[in-house]
C-alpha cells in the first residue's frame, strides 16, 4: 500500500472545513467546467485512469504530468508522480471520485476539483459536450 499524497495529510487536519466544500460543490451548476487534479504514484496508472475517465465521458481530456512531490507521511518523503489535469463539469465529479479510489493504490489519495472561472468560450462549450452523457 503507498502512503497517502501530500495534500491529504494536510486535509485530515482541516476535513472540518471539508464538509463547507461540498456544500459549495452541490451548489454549483452540474455543467459548471472544473479542472480535477488527481496524483498517481506511476504513468501506466495514470495513463489507464484517464482512458476509464475519457471513455466513460466523465472528463473531456486529461493531462499527465511528471512531478516530484516532497510532503509529510511518518517523517518527509520525496516521491516521483504523475499529476494528471481532467478538465470535466461540476456534475461529474461524485463519479470521478468513485472510480479513481475504486483503483488508486494510495490509502487516501489526491482528488483535488477547481472551478474554471474563465476559458475560450469554444473549449469551454467543447468540454461541457464532451463530459456529458450521450443520450438515446
Same mark, same amino acid.
Given at each position: 500500500? %503507498?502512503?497517502? =499524497? =501530500?495534500?491529504?495529510?494536510?486535509?485530515?487536519?482541516? =476535513?472540518?472545513?471539508?464538509?463547507?466544500?461540498?456544500?459549495?460543490?452541490?451548489?454549483?451548476?452540474? +455543467?459548471?467546467?472544473?479542472?480535477?487534479?488527481?496524483?498517481?504514484?506511476? $504513468?501506466?496508472?495514470?495513463?489507464?485512469?484517464?482512458?476509464?475517465?475519457?471513455?466513460?465521458?466523465?472528463?473531456? =481530456?486529461? $493531462?499527465?504530468?511528471?512531478?516530484?512531490?516532497? %510532503?509529510?507521511?511518518?517523517?518527509? $518523503?520525496? +516521491? *516521483?508522480?504523475?499529476?494528471?489535469?481532467?478538465?470535466?463539469?461540476?456534475?461529474?465529479?461524485?463519479?470521478?471520485?468513485?472510480?479513481?479510489? *475504486?483503483?488508486?493504490? %494510495?490509502?487516501?489519495?489526491?482528488?483535488?476539483?477547481?472551478?474554471?472561472?474563465?476559458?475560450?468560450?469554444?473549449?469551454? +462549450?467543447?468540454?461541457?459536450?464532451?463530459? $456529458?452523457?450521450?443520450?438515446?
Amino acid at each position: 500500500m %503507498y502512503p497517502i =499524497c =501530500c495534500w491529504t495529510a494536510v486535509r485530515r487536519r482541516v =476535513c472540518r472545513g471539508f464538509s463547507i466544500f461540498l456544500e459549495n460543490i452541490s451548489l454549483m451548476a452540474p +455543467d459548471t467546467p472544473i479542472q480535477v487534479s488527481i496524483s498517481f504514484p506511476e $504513468q501506466q496508472l495514470a495513463e489507464k485512469v484517464a482512458k476509464q475517465l475519457v471513455t466513460a465521458r466523465l472528463v473531456a =481530456c486529461a $493531462q499527465l504530468f511528471p512531478i516530484q512531490s516532497i %510532503y509529510r507521511w511518518e517523517g518527509i $518523503q520525496a +516521491d *516521483a508522480e504523475v499529476l494528471m489535469q481532467a478538465k470535466t463539469v461540476a456534475g461529474q465529479l461524485e463519479t470521478i471520485e468513485q472510480m479513481v479510489v *475504486a483503483s488508486h493504490p %494510495y490509502e487516501v489519495p489526491e482528488i483535488i476539483a477547481t472551478a474554471i472561472v474563465w476559458g475560450h468560450a469554444p473549449y469551454l +462549450d467543447w468540454l461541457q459536450r464532451e463530459s $456529458q452523457e450521450v443520450s438515446g
